[in-house]
């Protein structure tokens, strides 16, 4: 045999085996594959923690009506350049003042069979106010509405830093995957190998909007405002990995 026939036979002879161990990797992977996911487990669970808020933030503003666009605009102007100085008196910073909404709308009178009838304009400017001291939620409130805000939208509690309280909601989560886990595997004959994978999902939310009520702070008599507590909760899910 010639050293070309030699080469090509030794080419042959290396590509079928080099063919033959792709197959046997191949079917060994997907064995493998194949007991890996007969022997694994996936779980979810979810850890919380309760914790007193430390910050509010609060949307107030005011409203105005004037006979023309410029007059509701213009009262609604003075109205908010006092609840603003009201806030600063309260030592709230500006960086804790942001505008949120602002609107001016005509104003119109429906009668039957007439078409509507232009009254005039209203106009309303909100902000929203972090406060950082809560000690100091119920008189801001009562301050601003002495300066003539008209609208409150509602209060929500947060937290200025929620990492402690995540990494404790965390730990709890944690914990409860482990040990349902552990029961899954004991339940089915197996014990718990590996942790495979972890994911994380949810986490710290600030409070939802609450409605605070105006009545005692327009009568004259402090805002009373009860912060309770918040619920900092972590969702997590794995699989685990089973072995006999």
């Not at 487990?41 to 503003?61: E, N, Y």
């Not at 003042?97 to 009668?111: F, P, V």
């Not at 089915?188 to 994380?200: A, D, F, P």
């Not at 912060?227 to 685990?240: K, W």
């Amino acid at each position: 045999m010639n050293r070309i026939a030699r080469t090509a036979a030794l080419g042959g002879l290396l590509a079928g085996l080099a063919l033959a161990a792709g197959a046997a990797q191949a079917a060994e992977t997907s064995a493998g594959e194949r007991l890996f996911d007969a022997t694994t487990l996936s779980l979810s669970a979810q850890g919380q923690v309760q914790a007193a808020p430390d910050k509010a933030s609060i949307t107030l503003g005011v409203q105005a009506h004037g006979a023309t666009a410029g007059e509701a605009m213009r009262d609604d102007a003075a109205q908010m350049n006092a609840v603003l100085g009201a806030l600063r008196k309260a030592r709230i910073a500006d960086k804790d003042i942001q505008t949120s909404n602002l609107n001016l709308g005509a104003e119109y009178a429906y009668e039957p069979n007439k078409p509507p009838r232009l009254t005039g304009y209203q106009a309303s400017n909100e902000v929203t106010v972090t406060v950082n001291d809560l000690a100091r939620l119920g008189p801001t409130v009562d301050a601003v509405v002495g300066a003539g805000a008209n609208q409150i939208n509602g209060v929500s509690f947060g937290l200025k830093n929620p990492k402690a309280a995540e990494d404790a909601a965390r730990k709890a989560a944690v914990a409860a995957l482990r040990d349902k886990a552990e029961l899954y595997a004991a339940a089915t004959g197996y014990r718990v190998s590996r942790l495979v994978n972890l994911s994380e999902g949810g986490g710290y939310a600030p409070s939802p909007v609450r409605p605070l009520m105006l009545a005692k702070a327009m009568a004259g008599a402090e805002t009373p405002v009860a912060s309770g507590e918040l619920t900092v909760r972590v969702d997590i899910s794995a699989t685990y990995e089973l072995a006999k």
